[in-house]
């Protein structure tokens, strides 16, 4: 495999629990060398969430931390906060999510690392605007799926508000703090300048609104929850056949004629003239979905999904997580992998769902550790010899 496109680059993790280690591990993916300062007893919080891996790691944890190597190091210490400032001053890229006046009063921030290395591309996340009125308030997922209006387009119509079933807030921030931070490096080969990129979790729940924000400002109302349907396209949604559920995602009209004719064996559903058109359906939706639905029910869920393949009509599966993951399509494209562990034997892990040049980028590194790489980084970026190692690891600052 060629080069991967960050090769060279050194990141400094200070982030802990998801957006911000997904953003590093965003780009380890894509060659970062990334250092993950954690605390030398405890570790990221989520060191100790979901279910265990080993001593140190859980499942939650591996989720946003493979390709880094970890460093213990206590930021409350002085001399833990000089040696992350020496170690950030050999890095292009500082990541943190500390809560508001923490970064600053460790010497951690970007005024004081851009002091050691001008060029320093450093990235903020906090959970609120940090010039605003709530720039204290410390942000959390959920708080922002329901003050952002996510839980309230989430779910059926006659549910109560729903949050998404992954921290989606938190990972749209960790991927849209890559984007921007790629966006730093890009500009700073051209002008020999760093940036500070600063990123909230409530601006970003606001952006997967999307469209339905639009509406709502469009429209001065809240839009209505359409649960496993779509707001503008019928049918398109989930589906119950006599097995089991699966999904229906009629594009078009035509494609819509043949799904009647030719999979539900309904062709009076195709002529009627309130349904022909798709604005038509979605207007009598309430009329045609529960004879869709009848329809549906009386053949087995294979031989729809066959019929629908040979028509050219979008459909699939509903599976269940291990399903999807233990899928054939899940082991062709190498979605999982497989890796050593010095504990637990083996060890899983999604693989970096993109490609390069045809290669789907290796996960160089296993979630680490807690702090299996501090010795040797610290010897190798800042010349730490042994006696001193021996030193910070008796005052706890390793």
């Given amino acids: 495999m060629n080069p991967l496109p960050l090769a060279g680059v050194r990141v400094l993790d200070l982030s802990r629990v998801l957006a911000g280690p997904l953003c590093a591990q965003a780009l380890g993916d894509l060659g970062a060398e990334v250092i993950k300062v954690e605390h030398p007893s405890r570790g990221d919080d989520t060191r100790d969430w979901g279910v265990r891996v080993g001593d140190t790691e859980t499942t939650y944890y591996n989720s946003a931390n493979r390709n880094k190597r970890s460093v213990t190091l206590d930021l409350q210490t002085a001399e833990g906060q000089g040696l992350a400032r020496e170690l950030a001053a050999k890095c292009d890229v500082v990541l943190q999510n500390f809560k508001h006046g923490g970064v600053e009063k460790m010497h951690l921030a970007y005024e004081d690392i851009r002091a050691l290395r001008p060029d320093i591309v450093y990235c903020s996340i906090s959970g609120y605007d940090r010039y605003g009125q709530e720039a204290a308030r410390p942000g959390y997922d959920l708080m922002v799926q329901g003050e952002a209006g996510l839980m309230a387009i989430n779910g059926d119509a006659d549910q109560p508000p729903l949050k998404f079933g992954v921290a989606a807030v938190d990972m749209f921030t960790g991927m849209y703090a890559a984007q921007a931070i790629l966006a730093a490096l890009f500009d700073r080969q051209r002008s020999g300048r760093g940036r500070h990129v600063e990123m909230a979790l409530f ?13 709502a400002l469009l429209k001065q109302e809240d839009p209505p929850r359409f649960g496993n349907a779509h707001p503008a396209i019928v049918p398109y949604g989930v589906f119950d056949a ?7 995602a009629v594009g078009n009209n035509t494609q819509y004629e043949r ?8 062709p009076d559903l195709a002529e009627d003239a309130r349904f022909k058109t798709n604005l038509g359906r979605a207007q009598h939706r309430h009329e045609l979905q529960p004879q869709l639905r009848e329809a549906l029910r009386a053949f087995p869920r294979r031989l729809l999904l066959d019929r629908m393949n040979a028509a050219g009509i979008p459909c699939g599966e509903v599976l269940g997580v291990l399903e999807a993951l233990q899928s054939p399509r899940a ?22 769902p993109y490609r390069l040049d045809g290669e789907r980028p290796p996960v160089r590194h296993a979630p680490p550790l807690l702090g299996e790489a501090t010795r040797e980084i610290l010897a190798e970026l800042l010349g730490v010899d042994d006696a001193r190692f021996a030193r910070l690891k008796a005052d706890k600052v390793t």
Avoid at 242 to 248: A, E, S, T, Y
Avoid at 331 to 351: D, I, W
């Fill in 242 to 248: 006599q097995d089991g559920p699966l999904i229906v």
């Fill in 203 to 215: 601006d970003c729940g606001l952006m997967i609104s999307a469209y339905y924000g639009l509406e």
């Fill in 331 to 352: 082991r062709a494209g190498g979605l999982v992998a497989e890796l050593p562990h010095p504990v637990a034997g083996r060890t899983q892990v999604l693989a970096p």
């Fill in 259 to 266: 799904f009647c004719r030719e999979v539900i064996e309904r």
